[in-house]
């Protein structure tokens, strides 16, 4: 299977948000930061979709397909589009002392104003705890003071995600080295976090992260951790 990494589209988002929900059905950090007995997974599904049209114009969000034969890519015009095999979304990075564009502003006010829109339309979040979030967010920003040490910022890998089907063929590599690649020319490093130990950091070990630390968020009993990975520029 020869594979094509694509800037996502919005004709994309449907098949983008279903590998997305698909993947991280059973992802610790969801189930931790989502309670399963009130998930309303249209919401869910209208909030990704949110975040998908903010990403298309401020991160790197990108589409894994198949890529077509050549004989198919001629006769475009009855071919269905081919389905998405995986998704990644990046933040691009950035120094501390890069001021906020109005347009990264604005983007940013809709996106806010959107998920109002949808907590509205749907009567609340649709299970997710705020107060779980929040504890992410704040274990989020006192691991990335720790290990952010390089001034003109980190690739921080948002999200990734495969299509259960096609997991373990090479897709999650090829989304990965789109990115990666640029980190390496640029001599930039790279961040993610992981809320899956086995296979997940073994995995992101074979692109060339390694592990900083781990982060635990704790809600009372309901402990959830997260790996934090990071990755050097390769030089040659
Ligand atoms: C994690 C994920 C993105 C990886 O994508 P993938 O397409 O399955 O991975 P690939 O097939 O490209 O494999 C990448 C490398 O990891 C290795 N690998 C794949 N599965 C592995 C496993 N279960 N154990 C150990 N290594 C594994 C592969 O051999 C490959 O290394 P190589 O190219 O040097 O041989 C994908 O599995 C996924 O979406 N999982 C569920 C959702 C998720 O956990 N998302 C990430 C949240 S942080």
């Not at 800037?7 to 997305?20: Q, S, W, Y």
């Not at 929900?21 to 399963?36: E, I, L, T």
């Not at 996106?111 to 299970?127: A, D, H, P, T, W």
Request: with cysteine.
């Amino acid at each position: 299977m020869e594979i094509e990494v694509l800037p996502l589209t919005e004709a994309d988002i449907p098949g983008a948000v279903a590998v997305i929900q698909q993947a991280f059905a059973d992802d610790p950090y969801f189930k931790w930061v989502f309670d399963s007995s009130a998930f309303n997974k249209q919401r869910n599904y209208d909030s990704l979709a949110a975040r998908c049209r903010w990403g298309i114009k401020n991160a790197i969000f990108q589409v894994a397909k198949e890529k077509p034969s050549t004989s198919t890519s001629t006769s475009t015009s009855t071919s269905s589009p081919s389905p998405i095999l995986g998704v990644s979304c990046w933040l691009p990075p950035k120094t501390a002392t890069d001021p906020e564009t109005w347009s990264s502003w604005f983007s940013n006010w809709i996106l806010s104003f959107n998920q109002l829109l949808n907590n509205v339309r749907y009567f609340g979040r649709g299970g997710l705890r705020t107060n779980r979030y929040w504890i992410w967010k704040s274990q989020q920003e006192k691991a990335q003071s720790e290990i952010w040490d390089d001034p003109r910022g980190y690739y921080f890998c948002n999200i990734v995600a495969v299509g259960n089907d096609v997991q373990g063929k090479g897709v999650g590599r090829v989304l990965f080295e789109a990115v990666t690649k640029i980190a390496d020319s640029e001599g930039v490093k790279c961040y993610l976090e992981s809320s899956k130990d086995e296979p997940n950091v073994k995995i992101y070990e074979r692109m060339g992260f390694h592990m900083s630390r781990t982060m635990e968020c704790r809600d009372g009993e309901d402990v959830c951790m997260l790996y934090c990975m990071t990755r050097n520029p390769k030089t040659e």
